[in-house]
């Protein structure tokens, strides 16, 4: 697993899993207590050993139609006649028990994803509890929050009951990045977390609990593709939240047109991530790591296609592989893990397809040594040069810790070719020359455009796509537009 | 007094013939010296702050604690030492853990060049080396011929390592030649009769220069003139050693391996007092420039408080409970 030093082994620190209370089974979080489905089960697996966690109910159509009724009668009933302030409060309440309780989500959250504890204690969880915290504070002032509001005089409104339906590779984080505008504006929520990862969603409503949320306010309804087309289609859903895959997306789009639901979509992407000859080198280094192996390269933003200006090519692709070197892969719960397992044997089998689809295109393909451990799903850390446009490495989404390396040879090449692609979600750009920064910023046709940093969040600033890379913008006071009418 | 010694021989391999495009004027080395990469602060300072997320523990923490042990400098640098100060400052270097024989040495103590003598007569035979801070220590506001002067005398009075400081004042008003030219002649100048020489490190007092973008510059600058080492700070500047800077250092020296395959060792000094702050700047050294630097000749310390504090974690290691401040000495 270490790779990097002989002399200076890092022993082994790992984090305790003591702290979290796995049950056995778990059924679905309904007008806020557990009921057990009506449907089938399925297990949820550790990522990094294939061991069982829990048997977790599969909502059907029934227990989907109970979901939207709660959160239908706590709208009505309740929470749209709450006042801001007093919504307020519950959010903050959830946000100080999420900080309360933040190793138990931390570790969990790694058992159940298999990214490294190293990430969820310091990023996932401390945006989930800053979530929370952000939205807890518009919820009392949300006369302010569109833009000419003041010019049409009604407040806005919330839009009633909001069907949401989040990815695996941020799982709470996601679940804030949904619930806690839309309650913060006054809407009700039924969330399904993803179907390899329902667990700190689960953990989460006991939160809600916790924090005598009004019953049916947030209703968490586990399950897999079926359930959340259910979801979708359920005709007392006022609006749809998604994020994942562009293909889903899609379908989420045709399976609402013609109705009167609002939706969001939070898709893929295959974001450029750009350095030119003045940048500094060192940090777009750590800026590439962190863009493609932040998280596996689970994340819809990874910097998957780096374009280096081909004058200092040579010298970032040796620095890369330098630092690739000290990359640690293996058991998320180890303090000093990088890069912890790919989340599902499924991913793992379409990263290996394109990885070899690229190879077999004729890229070179390159990975530091690394032990992979024996059971549980792995890849290792892999660049591939020597790619054009034209290879289908540069093209989809891979979804892996896998980097595609381009040149260019002029500002002007360089947006091209970043935004010759469907996507549009994020892309970064490494110079010193603040000038060059803004005028790249405004020619990308991308919704988040980082410079001289990559994979930033914070819970102030909007997130979203162009073209296919989805609609509708997440966080930031753009993201409560998406809750109110 | 000395007179300047630039005609002398070069001590050890000189990097400076390889640069001599570059050092050749004043607006050449200043085009090298700004052609460099830049840093950007907030990101060096976010990889700096990730590498002090390493958890060390068990076998890596004693491994750590020991060389930790091995690479430090232990310093006195006060108007008010003495013989007697700096003769005890030396049994506690020989001899850091008296109830442990087994505890390593300490690299080298560090003194005033007038305090050579005796630390070099304290020490005797054993590994522990001299070092001297020299040049005008620590505001390096003196004239040439008295900086070298100060420095011969502590090279014939025993010194096997100088501590230079730079012309901070030349550097920021961007006469680098002027720097560059100055650390040329205290090498020359750390050559001894015998065809030795003193080991010379070159302090910046990264406090002074402020900038990441400085530091990186004036690590080349002192490397190109065949620095042994580069060191952060005197200690009598705050911030001293900070993490960030050293990072920026250590990327230096093995940048500079890269393009002339020579090494130069890396000082942080001033501010490292715990144990945890050690074991940070050891990870940082074995990930950004590699585990050659992971010895004594090629990193060290500048401490006084640390070793204390490295040694009361070792006894813990050892016997598994914290014996408390009353049983490591205070010298």
Redesign the interface.
């Known amino acids: 697993m270490p790779n ?10 790992p984090e305790s899993p003591a702290i979290v209370d796995i049950k056995p089974s778990y059924g679905l979080f309904i007008d806020g207590e557990f009921v057990d489905g009506h449907g089938k089960s399925f297990k949820t697996i550790s990522p990094s050993t294939e061991e069982v966690l829990a048997e977790v109910a599969e909502a059907n159509d029934a227990d989907v139609d109970l979901a939207v009724k709660a959160a239908r009668r706590a709208y009505t009933r309740v929470w749209s006649k709450m006042s801001g302030a007093e919504r307020g409060k519950y959010l903050f309440r959830i946000a100080r028990i999420i900080q309360e309780r933040a190793r138990e989500f931390a570790v969990l959250e790694s058992i159940d994803n298999g990214k490294p504890i ?1 990430e969820t204690r ?1 990023v996932d969880i401390p945006l989930v509890a800053a979530h929370f915290f952000y939205y807890g504070g518009w919820a009392d002032k949300l006369e302010y929050a569109l833009p000419g509001n003041g010019n049409r005089g009604a407040d806005p409104q919330p839009l009633g009951v909001a069907g949401q339906v989040i990815p695996w590779n941020f799982p709470l984080l996601m679940l804030a990045w949904k619930i806690a505008p839309a309650l913060a504006c006054g809407n009700t929520v039924v969330l399904k977390p993803a179907e390899t990862t329902p667990l700190t969603a689960l953990l989460f409503a006991e939160v809600c609990q916790q924090a005598d949320l009004p019953p049916g306010v947030v209703n968490i309804i586990t399950g897999a593709g079926e359930t959340g087309r259910a979801i979708v289609a359920h005709p007392g859903v006022d609006k749809v939240a998604f994020t994942g895959s562009t293909d889903v997306g899609r379908a989420i789009a045709k399976a609402v047109a013609g109705t009167n639901k609002r939706v969001t979509l939070e898709l893929g992407g295959k974001a450029a991530n750009i350095v030119f000859d ?6 777009a280094i ?2 590439i790591v962190n863009g493609i192996f932040f998280n596996q390269g689970h994340v819809c933003c990874a910097g998957s296609r780096l374009l280096v200006q081909e004058s200092v090519a040579d010298e970032v692709i040796a620095k890369l592989k330098r630092r690739m070197k ?1 990359l640690r892969v293996g058991d998320p719960l180890d ?2 893990t990088d890069i912890g397992a790919i989340n599902s044997a499924e991913q793992l089998a379409k990263i290996r397809e394109l990885s070899d689809i690229g190879e077999a295109e004729g890229a070179g393909r390159w990975s530091p040594a690394c032990d992979l451990p024996q059971t549980g799903f792995w890849f290792p850390p892999t660049i591939f040069t020597g790619v054009s446009q034209a290879h289908r490495i540069a093209r989809e989404e891979i979804f892996g810790p896998v980097l595609s390396i381009l040149t260019f040879r002029t500002p002007k090449e360089a947006v091209e070719k970043a935004n010759n692609t469907p996507f549009g979600l994020s892309a970064g750009i490494w110079t ?1 020359k603040g000038s060059r920064i803004l005028w790249m910023a405004s020619q990308l046709r991308a919704g988040v455009v980082w410079s ?2 990559f994979n930033r969040f914070d819970p102030a600033s909007p997130f979203g796509g162009y073209k296919e890379s989805g609609y509708g913008r997440e966080g930031g006071r753009h993201g409560l537009e998406a809750y109110l009418r | 007094m000395t007179t300047l010694k630039a005609t002398a021989p070069p001590v050890g391999p000189d990097p400076s013939a390889a640069f001599a495009d570059a050092t050749a004027s004043e607006s050449a080395l200043r085009r090298f010296l700004h052609g460099l ?4 602060q ?3 300072e ?2 700096a702050a990730a590498l002090g ?9 004693a ?2 604690l020991d ?1 930790a042990i091995r690479m430090v400098d232990l310093t006195t640098l006060e108007g008010m030492d003495t013989h007697g100060k700096v003769k005890a400052l030396c049994a506690k270097a020989m001899h850091p853990d008296p109830t442990d024989p087994g505890c390593p040495s300490t690299a080298a103590v560090c003194v005033y060049p007038d305090m050579v003598a005796t630390a070099k007569k304290a020490l005797g035979s054993s590994e522990v080396h001299v070092a001297a801070v020299a040049t005008a220590f620590p505001s390096g506001r003196a004239a040439l011929d008295i900086k070298l002067a100060d420095t011969a005398d502590a090279v014939e009075a025993g010194a096997d390592e100088i501590d230079m400081v730079i012309d901070r004042g030349a550097f920021l008003s961007g006469r680098y030649l002027e720097v560059f030219e100055e650390i040329l002649a205290v090498r020359a100048a750390c050559a001894r009769p015998d065809g030795g020489h003193a080991h010379l490190k070159v302090i910046f007092e990264t406090g002074e220069l402020q900038t990441y973008d400085n530091v990186r510059r004036a690590s080349w600058l002192a490397m190109m003139a065949g620095a042994h080492f580069i060191k952060t700070s005197t200690g009598k500047v705050q911030p001293a050693a900070t993490l960030p800077v050293t990072m920026i250092m250590l ?1 230096a020296v093995r940048d500079f391996r890269e393009a002339t395959g020579q090494m130069v060792g890396v000082k942080p000094a001033g501010g490292i007092r715990h144990s945890k702050d050690a074991i940070k700047y ?2 940082t050294v ?2 950004i420039a590699g ?1 050659d630097w ?1 010895d004594p000749d090629w990193f060290r310390f500048g401490a006084s408080t640390l070793l204390n504090d490295l040694l009361m974690q070792r006894s813990r290691m050892r016997t598994g409970h914290y014996s408390g401040p009353d049983y490591v000495t205070l010298d």
């Open positions: 990097n030093s002989a002399q200076f082994e890092y022993a082994p620190a190293k310091d003045d940048a500094p080198l060192d940090q750590e800026g000290t303090k000093n010193d001289n940093t | 990469p830049g840093v950007d907030v990101g060096a976010q990889r997320t390493r958890s060390i523990k068990t076998t890596a923490k491994f750590a060389l990327e050891l990870v074995n990930e585990e992971l």
